[in-house]
């Protein structure tokens, strides 16, 4: 049997820009993707502690240590930047290996969303 549990997530991070002329995605500071361990293009879903929003998109990366969280084309006009959000990927595992998995979790300063 296979579950899905959660792999990377960093917790409480403020959106810095809305960009709705753009093709679509999450651009996240690529240090704080390594951290997280997640990679370009991968799924990932976002929660807006601000207005309840959740939604799914993929990851590009940004300028590293630049504190950069873009939400780009329709996810855009789901957050407004000074929302706190959270982003989460997911990874389909063996139930016995879910059992001893443990994700890659990243809190970093909220006010300037780099590594603490």
Same mark, same amino acid.
């Given at each position: ?6 792999? &990377? ?9 809305? %960009?709705?002329?753009?093709?679509? &995605?999450?651009?996240?500071? &690529? ?9 370009p ?8 502690? %601000? ?6 998109t ?7 240590? &630049? ?8 996810a855009?006009?789901?957050v ?27 809190f ?9």
């Amino acid at each position: 049997m296979y579950v899905e549990v959660v792999k &990377s997530k960093i917790h409480r991070v403020t959106v810095t820009e809305a %960009n709705l002329n753009y093709i679509g &995605s999450i651009t996240i500071d &690529s240090a704080l993707m390594e951290a997280a361990n997640l990679i370009p293009g991968e799924k990932v879903a976002i929660v807006d502690n %601000n207005n309840g929003e959740r939604f799914e998109t993929y990851v590009i990366p940004g300028e590293p240590h &630049s504190g950069m969280i873009c939400l780009n084309g329709a996810a855009a006009r789901k957050v407004q930047p000074g929302d706190i959000v959270i982003i989460m990927s997911y990874a389909w595992m063996d139930f016995e290996e879910a059992k001893h998995f443990k994700p890659a979790v990243v809190f970093p300063d909220t006010a300037t969303n780099r590594l603490i």
